[in-house]
């Protein structure tokens, strides 16, 4: 009902799923039918993709937000028209671009993978919004984007300060602390989204979680060294 409800996965996985292009249509800035102003959201979201999408080698011109209210027919046909040649120009996603399948694929899936962290990154600037369109042009700097992934964080449990209170892993949105009573927590990074939670939870008497930036995150501890034995049961 609203392009406010649009969210970068969505955009993604169309384009995993292997659409040559992504329209949005959306009723026009300042014309919101609900008091979330959801098209200036979708604004936002939409700058932030195309950016992303240049970033991993794709024409973020595959990509196209336009402002066309329901009583807007010719301007939508014309819209639609215009955006079909375009893609047409571009040719097939990868192909137009010169990147092999696997490799956009395995693209695609690390930026989609990145969203959440990216949401949480970029939030301040995703939910402001701008009085004048023009602003938006250059909202979405490539060098913030190159920053963004060249920083990008990871969480890891430090195996000497954990003290398995189970916190961090009651707290995780994605359980992706493996969790059990009496055993080092270990973060399984395959399934953590970097939303940083673990690292506000974890008591500052044990401050167990750390974060990694610019440098891989060691290895998990042996599930076999993982038991912590109390220091009265050891005597
Ligand atoms: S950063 Fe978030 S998703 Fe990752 S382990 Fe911690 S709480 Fe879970
Ligand atoms: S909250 Fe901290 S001390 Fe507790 S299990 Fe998690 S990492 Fe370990």
Not at 76 to 87: I, L, R
Not at 114 to 122: A, D, G, Q
Not at 158 to 172: F, G
Not at 188 to 213: L, R
């Amino acid at each position: 009902m609203c392009t406010g409800r649009i969210d970068l996965e969505f955009i993604l996985r169309a384009f995993s799923n292997g659409s040559d292009g992504v329209f949005i249509g959306g009723c026009h800035l300042g014309e919101c039918n609900y008091v979330t102003a959801g098209n200036y959201a979708a604004l936002s979201m939409v700058l932030l993709c195309r950016k992303l999408l240049e970033h991993i080698g794709v024409n973020p011109e595959r990509l196209r937000l336009e402002w066309c209210s329901s009583g807007e027919g010719i301007r939508f046909a014309h819209f639609m028209n215009d955006f079909s040649k375009k893609v047409k120009e571009l040719g097939p996603l990868g192909q137009g671009e010169l990147i092999d399948e696997n490799k956009l694929r395995s693209k695609l899936e690390e930026v989609t993978k990145l969203v959440p962290y990216i949401k949480i990154v970029k939030r301040d600037k995703l939910e402001k919004r701008l009085e004048n369109a023009e602003e938006y042009n250059d909202y979405f700097t490539s060098e913030e984007i190159e920053e963004l992934f060249r920083e990008v964080i990871s969480y890891y449990i430090d195996p000497e300060k954990c003290q398995a209170c189970m916190i961090c892993a009651r707290r995780c949105p994605v359980e992706a602390i493996i969790s059990a009573k009496n055993q080092i927590h270990v973060i399984d990074q395959e399934k953590c989204i970097k939303c940083g939670t673990c690292f506000e939870a974890c008591p500052p008497k044990f401050s167990a979680v750390t974060k990694i930036s610019g440098e891989p995150v060691p290895p998990p501890i042996p599930e076999e060294e993982r038991t912590i034995v109390k220091k009265s049961k050891e005597k």
